[in-house]
């Protein structure tokens, strides 16, 4: 199946720090997705790209589907102590049949 | 509007029981994944289902796994003679009917069901 790997595997800022995130790929995808997942609980979307190039932004969140489309980013402005958690990058089969996942970057928020 | 439901939240098994874990999608969505997730990694494809059919199994175990979607009621997985490497999170998540496949990005996931095999 296809690899993604995320980097870096954990984070530990101060408040109100930049944050930034990224996820590579063995091959190329044509959606990336970036999800939250709290403890305890289910991811949840936050930006979806579908156009290799395309920055999207989602309040503080500002996401890039990478030119050779086998990578993305994930850059968090200002951050706050909810933003705790922890981030996957995903990306859907051609089919849409089935998702791959990162490993996470897990994110530490210091108030 | 309800979200995807899972339950239970919790289910502690002896090795060789089974385990069964429900998931309600979301009102009026077709399109069933379940994912399993181990400690610290991120989540793995299981298996895709439509309402009545199974679309891809690739990422379920061949043995004492199985999975159904029917016409009516929620989506069951379904693990035979449980193992301690079956102890782990299972997430399913739904998408709503759409022809057209980039709708099926918008998988809202729900809270899980954490499985403990003693």
């Known amino acids: 199946g296809q690899q993604l790997n995320q980097s870096p595997q954990s984070m530990f800022i101060q408040e109100g720090e930049d944050v930034s995130m990224n996820c590579t790929s063995s091959s190329i995808f044509n959606t990336w997705l970036w999800y939250k997942q709290d403890p305890g609980e289910g991811p949840v979307l936050l930006i979806a790209?579908?156009?290799?190039?395309e920055l999207t932004s989602n309040g503080r969140l500002t996401a890039q589907f990478g030119i050779t489309r086998k990578d993305s980013f994930l850059n968090i402005s200002a951050s706050i102590p909810s933003d705790v958690g922890i981030y996957f990058c995903a990306g859907p089969s051609d089919n849409f049949n089935k998702f791959y996942f990162g490993s996470g970057t897990k994110l530490n928020v210091k108030p | 509007n309800a979200g995807v439901m899972q339950n239970p939240r919790h289910l502690v098994r002896r090795r060789g029981q089974e385990a069964r874990l429900r998931c309600s999608p979301m009102k009026g969505h077709s399109h069933v994944y379940w994912y399993r997730q181990l400690p610290e990694e991120g989540l793995k494809f299981m298996v895709y289902?439509?309402?009545?059919?199974?679309?891809?199994e690739s990422g379920m175990p061949k043995e004492r796994f199985s999975a159904e979607f029917p016409k009516e009621g929620p989506s069951i997985l379904r693990i035979q003679q449980v193992v301690r490497g079956d102890s782990a999170a299972y997430f399913c998540?739904?998408?709503?009917?759409?022809?057209?496949?980039?709708?099926?990005?918008?998988?809202?996931f729900g809270p899980g069901t954490r499985l403990t095999v003693l």
């Open positions: 998540a739904s998408s709503p009917p759409s022809k057209l496949a980039g709708r099926r990005d918008t998988q809202y």
């Open positions: 790209l579908y156009k290799a190039g």
């Open positions: 289902l439509q309402k009545e059919n199974i679309i891809d």
